[in-house]
């Protein structure tokens, strides 16, 4: 347990405060600078712009809910105003029957008593009726007034409907053509990255200065398929895409394979005085503890398919201590290795 506890800070963190470039290459710098720049001004315009459109959807689901209770408000008045209607139709029959009575009562038969007390009393039937009539034409009135009213209310929610699906479609329009500007942003920055790691990296080659033993010569890559490799101060990372072949970069012993929390696969090689080689991220691994390997031999491979992107850690140890891997490689590995375009 104790041979691989050292493993768990060895992904190197890269940042464009850390490169020491060459004079020439300042301007890919500044370039790469504005850039990210760009990508964060970008960043921040499609999170304003997706709060806006949670704000407008939820606007457009209250809408939506509004203009159902309305609907069926307007299906009851509508409901009640027929019924009132059909009973003002009825009563307004009544009354033209009860009015004719009274009319015929006036020009009765000889007994004149009988044909008053007749008289009076469809007379006071004619008025209830009269009453209930206005009654209920005022009853409709109120209803009537209901209904415009939800009508105007309904129309309102309609028309906010349709101003806000206009609006949240012209946000989706304009979030899709941020989201490709953003897409070809990242694109645009990760070639100028890959392109600067480049000449880092060879500037940082023609100065190697080993300080161990390296009487068995320099480190080879452990890869040859990738489009791009980054370093710190210790370890390198190999960035490739989909299944690709893993190398052993000098000849020596496996000590150790296994797996390391969610970094992935590790493989461990002894390359003997006091110097350790360590591969670790998604690859498959080969060779088993205790075989020998030579310079250059199939070790595994990695995991992946070829749209992803994946990383390969790379670090080499004198007497267990992490050195500047990048000074102890072949000053050729990097213009030797398939470079794989994103």
Known sequence: MGKIIFICIIFPVFSIASINYSP????GVENLVSVEKQLSKLTVDIDQLERTLQEKNRKLLKNIEDKKKIEEKLTLVKETLEKNQNALNLQII???RYFQNVLLGEVGGPDMP???MGKKLLTKILEDKVRDLKEIK???GKINEEFIDLQKRYDLVVQTESDLNQLLGNLELRKRKLAENYFETQEKKEKLSIKLNRIRTQLQLKKSNPKVNLSD????S???DYFDVTFK???LTFKFKGLNQIFASRKGRVVYTGSLSTYGNVLMIDHGNNTRSVILGDLEISVKKGEEVKKGE???HTKGDASKEGNLYFEVRNKNIVQNTISLMETDFYQNHKDKIL
Do not use: A
Not at 217 to 220: N, R
């Open 138 to 140: 005022f009853k409709m």
């Open 222 to 224: 452990p890869l040859e």
């Open 114 to 116: 009988s044909t008053l």
């Open 94 to 96: 009544q009354v033209k």
């Open 24 to 27: 020439n290459s300042n301007i």
């Open 233 to 235: 101060d210790k370890g």
């Open 217 to 220: 010569g320099s480190f080879s």
């Open 298 to 300: 199939i070790i595994g």
